[in-house]
């Protein structure tokens, strides 16, 4: 089958050739990503493979709609740049690749919480430069303390029980807790509970409109003092000019975001040598308690490789009319 990829990079390229020797679909690359103007590349093709930044909203889905696009394919897990309800009114199949490899962002997660209470970043950089002070590089055991675990699901629960194993208490909260996890000892909690309690806060529900700006002034202000805030989910799940606020009167102690809720303008592409635009982001990056990783939290090679062998047999299910697995249905 004929599939465009959008947003493409050199790892996608190597990664999907690699996979498709067993498929056989011819795949063409664009650099750029997918949006209404961008659509008109697909002529030719019978469906689209798309990345988080690209955006398949009512415009894009109808202009693919009319060359004949039939099948967005996702090579991600999250789908809220998806206009769900005009893909299903067009006809349109939408794909994903719901696990990939949970454990690459669960153990990212835990690597932000290590370095920014470590601060093994700011060690590298004194060291290298021959200075052994330890002077500011003061940490905190993790044993001990309290972790709240926002969405339980595939990398949530494995996040939280990494936590458990490291002697945290997880409090967690999810619509749909998991009886696994309660076995083990995570215990569920509303928000109201879990904000005052938790030393490290870490989000993993997906993005939708009842989830955006979850963390907002407001929730903030019911958390502990110098709590750790994480943020490997999607970054419009929190309301960073509040959170630039309480980095600034000391409220939030750290801030770990692999997601931002402008990073189509910038994650993905090297822009040093650039005059960023972006004040929200600029501003984020002068704080010493801030880290900041450009969404590579799922990039492991064993990602990598689950991705492409999912999307490529999404595609080919698609092709031949059996049933899809991985669909992404509009609920209600
Ligand atoms: P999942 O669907 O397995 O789990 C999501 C969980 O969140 C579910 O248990 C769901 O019930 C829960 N949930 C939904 N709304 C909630 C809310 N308002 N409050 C609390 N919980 C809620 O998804 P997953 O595979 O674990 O992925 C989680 C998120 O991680 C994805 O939505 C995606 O945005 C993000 N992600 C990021 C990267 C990265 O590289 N940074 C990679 C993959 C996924």
Known sequence: MKIAFFSTKSYDREFMDRANHTFGHTLTYFD???????????????????????????????????ISVRLIALRCAGFNNVDLKTARELGMKVVRVPAYSPYAVAEH??????????????????????????????????????VGVIGTGTIGGIFAKIM??????????????????????IQ??????????????????????SSYHLISQ???????????????????????????????????GYFGLDVYEQEE?????????????????????????????????????????NIAETTLENITAFEQGQKLKNEVVLQG
Do not use: W
Not at 37 to 49: P, R
């Open 32 to 66: 750029t990503s997918l949006n209404p103007d961008t659509a008109i590349l697909a002529h030719g093709q019978e469906g689209v493979c798309i990345f988080v930044n690209d955006k398949a909203g009512a415009e894009t889905l109808k202009a693919l709609h009319q």
């Open 109 to 146: 997660t835990l690597a932000m919480i290590l370095t920014l209470n470590r601060k093994t970043h700011l060690a590298y950089e004194r060291v290298r430069n021959g200075n052994f002070s330890l002077e500011r590089l003061m940490g905190f055991d993790l044993h001990g303390k309290t």
């Open 164 to 185: 458990l194993g490291l002697g945290c208490k997880v409090l967690a909260h999810d619509p749909y807790p998991q009886e696994d996890l309660k076995q083990v000892g």
């Open 188 to 209: 569920y909690v509303s928000l109201k509970e879990m904000y005052p309690q938790a030393d490290i806060i870490s989000l993993h529900c997906p993005l939708t409109p």
């Open 218 to 252: 407001e929730a903030i202000t019911q958390m502990k003092d110098q709590v750790m805030l994480i943020n490997t989910s999607r970054g419009a799940l929190v309301n960073t000019k509040a959170v630039i606020e309480a980095l600034k009167s000391g409220k939030i």
């Open 265 to 305: 303008r910038l994650f993905f592409q090297d822009l040093s040598g650039h005059i960023i635009q972006d004040d929200v982001i600029t501003r984020l990056m002068t704080f010493p308690n801030v880290l900041i990783t450009a969404h590579q939290a799922f990039f492991t090679e064993n990602a990598m490789t």
